[in-house]
């Protein structure tokens, strides 16, 4: 659930949307994909550095290559239809594929957040492994994380591959999301877990992670603009944490009622990577849509994607990193 809301609050900032809106939200909508991550990581079942890195590449980085490859042709055909200044030469797209994916590329700029994940599930894994009989060390090693990934931009004159730098950032997401059910949940009273769980929590981190995000402006992971850096954090930690809460309460519906939004949420790499598309041809029609038409237009894409998703998990799960069954 928590993948679904974050996907769709994504599509939604790709068409259009307030300034201050889509400020919010992207303090958050990519970090929480992060702490998704690390909630979900079982330490227990990933004791191997070999087969955990084969399962990640499997995963996230066949998918990263194919799926390039595929919008390449596609947007390369769009141009040359609409936009033939916009056509891109094929030793541009070798460049932005084998280094500088996180930069503007319409055929990669979706994609960088694949090797973004791969690159921060092994270093966080690492860490886990290296300091899995220390709690202290694990938190230290959380806040340097944090803080190497933001002081890149100020030390590096120029980016690293693959999104490795967006990655040292991103690892401390990740870290924080596997921090919380493992380390510091087992450790509260019931009353406490109950008082984390209670609307007036839910409140709390809404009201925090807004006014943060509010002040600190527009922000974004992938081209590691993060403006004033502790704001950043408290901005993306706190709204993550209301959105994973929100799921939770969400989850406890029926499901018929919440069968969708999981499903969409189940395929979030299909959305990710086809939603910008889709946008760009309905810009192409129709470019001054009012905000609440685009929000329409954003729920229309989604229900685009949805034999999307049906094709690429019936005939094409290996590059979504699914095996058959799995998809």
Not at 119 to 143: E, G
Not at 202 to 219: H, M, P, Q, R
Not at 292 to 318: E, K, S
Request: charged residues 10%.
């Amino acid at each position: 659930m928590t993948k679904f809301l974050a996907v769709f609050l994504m599509v939604i900032c790709h068409t259009s949307v307030p300034h201050t809106f889509d400020s919010i939200v992207h303090a958050f909508h990519m970090p929480v994909f992060f702490m998704v991550s690390g909630w979900c990581f079982n330490q227990a079942k990933n004791t191997k550095a070999v087969p955990f890195v084969k399962k990640r590449i499997r995963s996230l980085i066949i998918p990263y290559f194919f799926w390039a490859a595929v919008l390449f042709l596609m947007w390369q055909i769009f141009f040359w239809c609409f936009d033939k200044t916009r056509v891109y030469p094929l030793d541009k797209f070798a460049y932005y594929l084998f280094y500088s994916n996180a930069e503007y590329s319409p055929f990669c700029t979706v994609q960088w957040f694949l090797t973004a994940m791969f690159f921060a599930a092994v270093i966080s894994f690492f860490v886990i492994t290296a300091f899995k009989k220390s709690k202290a060390m694990l938190y230290v090693s959380t806040v340097l994380l944090a803080i190497v990934g933001v002081a890149l931009p100020y030390v590096l004159p120029v980016r690293l591959p693959l999104a490795v730098d967006v990655a040292l950032s991103s690892s401390a997401f990740f870290m924080v999301g596997w921090l919380i059910p493992n380390l510091i949940a087992p450790c509260l009273s019931k009353r406490l877990k109950a008082a984390a769980l209670s609307p007036a929590t839910l409140v709390l981190l809404l009201g925090v992670g807004i006014t943060a995000a509010y002040f600190n402006g527009y922000v974004n992971l992938r081209i590691m603009q993060f403006n004033n850096q502790i704001l950043f954090y408290l901005s993306a930690v706190t709204l993550s944490l209301a959105v994973i809460l929100i799921s939770y309460h969400l989850c406890r519906l029926p499901e018929r009622i919440i069968r969708i939004p999981l499903f969409y949420g189940r395929n979030s790499l299909q959305i990710l990577i086809f939603n910008q598309l889709f946008i760009q041809i309905i810009k192409l029609f129709k470019p001054d849509f009012s905000y609440t038409v685009w929000f329409l237009c954003a729920v229309g894409v989604m229900l685009l994607m949805y034999p999307v998703i049906l094709f690429t998990n019936r005939y094409l799960p290996f590059t979504l990193g699914k095996t058959k069954k799995k998809a």
